[in-house]
């Protein structure tokens, strides 16, 4: 059985940007309402920057939102690859920039990311489950978060019946090692965006969703969430 996929087309990515941003918001702001407080995790790239600073602007209390990442290159901060630093520089801003930030790389493991996924995954956990919102990306290898084809853990993360949050993935596409959350984790979620531009990525995606062999089409397969596909031109 596949996921509930709801399709959201845009003539271009500023209405996108604000679309998603205010549906997010709204996600957010209801789930603080309903339990005193939000948490989402966010992908890096540069898909996602004009819809962050949208975001960062909504008014919420953004103090009691935890914002944390999907995924990460293995790169500290200071490194312009960081998906952490784009979050920083465009997210914990304005509105949001009162809001709590999980960056998923550790200086202790600087030289080893595999060393600091134990401690990383118990911090990730710390956040409580369900996250409240997950917002996706996807790159025109069909990769998301950092399952890319080929990955040394791809199948591992991929695995449904997995029970680890985070893992290491090394891959000729991604560049630097990387973590990631693993998929269950990332559908354990109680709203999930994938936020896609281009002609191309949305071939790649009606590929998948086809039946053709790309990590992001483990997200179309499952039936844990819907999946709301934001897309502009």
Same mark, same amino acid.
């Given at each position: 059985?596949?996921?509930?996929?709801?399709?959201?087309?845009?003539?271009?990515?500023?209405?996108?940007?604000?679309?998603?941003?205010?549906?997010?918001?709204?996600?957010?702001?209801?789930?603080?309402?309903?339990?005193?407080?939000?948490?989402?995790?966010?992908?890096?790239?540069?898909?996602?920057?004009?819809?962050?600073? /949208? !975001?960062?602007?909504?008014?919420?209390?953004?103090?009691?939102?935890? %914002? &944390? +990442?999907?995924?990460? =290159?293995?790169? *500290?901060?200071?490194?312009?690859?960081?998906?952490?630093?784009?979050?920083?520089?465009?997210?914990?801003?304005?509105?949001?920039?009162?809001?709590?930030?999980?960056?998923?790389?550790?200086?202790?493991?600087?030289?080893?990311?595999?060393?600091?996924?134990?401690?990383?995954?118990?911090?990730?956990?710390?956040?409580?489950?369900?996250?409240?919102?997950?917002?996706?990306?996807?790159?025109?290898?069909?990769?998301?978060?950092?399952?890319?084809?080929?990955?040394?853990?791809?199948?591992?993360?991929?695995?449904?019946?997995?029970?680890?949050? /985070? !893992?290491?993935?090394?891959?000729?596409?991604?560049?630097?090692?990387? %973590? &990631? +959350?693993?998929?269950? =984790?990332?559908? *354990?979620?109680?709203?999930?965006?994938?936020?896609?531009?281009?002609?191309?990525?949305?071939?790649?995606?009606?590929?998948?969703?086809?039946?053709?062999?790309?990590?992001?089409?483990?997200?179309?397969?499952?039936?844990?969430?819907?999946?709301?596909?934001?897309?502009?031109?």
């Amino acid at each position: 059985m596949n996921a509930k996929i709801h399709q959201h087309d845009f003539a271009d990515k500023l209405t996108l940007a604000d679309a998603l941003a205010r549906d997010i918001a709204g996600k957010l702001d209801a789930a603080i309402k309903a339990r005193g407080k939000a948490s989402i995790a966010v992908s890096g790239g540069g898909t996602p920057k004009v819809m962050f600073a /949208v !975001l960062a602007e909504q008014e919420i209390d953004w103090s009691k939102v935890t %914002i &944390t +990442l999907v995924d990460e =290159r293995w790169v *500290d901060e200071d490194n312009e690859r960081s998906n952490a630093r784009m979050v920083r520089n465009t997210l914990i801003a304005h509105e949001a920039h009162v809001a709590a930030f999980l960056p998923l790389f550790d200086k202790a493991h600087a030289d080893d990311v595999d060393a600091a996924l134990e401690g990383v995954g118990e911090k990730v956990d710390a956040l409580g489950k369900p996250f409240d919102v997950v917002v996706l990306g996807m790159g025109p290898d069909g990769h998301t978060a950092s399952f890319f084809p080929g990955g040394d853990h791809l199948a591992e993360a991929l695995d449904l019946n997995g029970t680890r949050s /985070v !893992l290491s993935m090394r891959a000729g596409g991604a560049g630097e090692p990387r %973590i &990631t +959350l693993s998929l269950p =984790r990332v559908l *354990d979620t109680r709203t999930l965006y994938l936020h896609i531009e281009g002609a191309d990525k949305k071939d790649v995606l009606a590929k998948a969703q086809a039946g053709e062999d790309f990590p992001i089409a483990a997200v179309l397969k499952q039936d844990r969430v819907p999946v709301d596909v934001y897309w502009a031109a």
